[in-house]
């Protein structure tokens, strides 16, 4: 491989890092939103990190992922368990807790 290649390697691997960073959570009243157009550090913290993803056809909540949701899921619900906000994608009511409230 030359050194050209790798350096090419390099600013793919570069860019591709630096997409992560576009975007940034701020706070709108008592929640917290993803804005992917801002930048800057977090204003905020939501209660419950994820978002809903679609992947295989289904939508389904990533929790380890930040942004905007790409799909509204046509079942289940956020539920409290303790002072946890969590999704529960089984069951059915509206939700008893806001994920994208701020802490």
């Given amino acids: 491989m030359t050194f050209a290649a790798l350096i090419g390697i390099g600013a793919i691997a570069a ?3 630096g997409a992560a960073d576009n975007g940034r959570y701020k706070k709108q009243g008592n929640r917290c939103v993803w804005d992917a ?3 800057g550090p977090n204003q905020c913290t939501p209660v ?3 978002r809903f993803k679609e992947e295989g056809g289904a ?3 990533v929790a380890k992922e930040t942004g ?3 799909c509204k899921p046509a079942k289940g619900r956020f539920k ?7 999704w529960n994608a089984t069951d059915a009511g ?3 807790c806001d994920p ?3 802490k």
Wanted: glycine residues 10%; hydrophobic residues 35%.
């Fill in 68 to 70: 905007a949701d790409q």
């Fill in 15 to 17: 860019g591709t890092l």
């Fill in 48 to 50: 419950a990190a994820g």
């Fill in 37 to 39: 157009a801002d930048s």
């Fill in 80 to 86: 409290k368990e303790g002072t946890a906000c969590v």
């Fill in 94 to 96: 509206p939700n008893q």
């Fill in 59 to 61: 939508c389904v909540w």
């Fill in 100 to 102: 994208r409230r701020a």
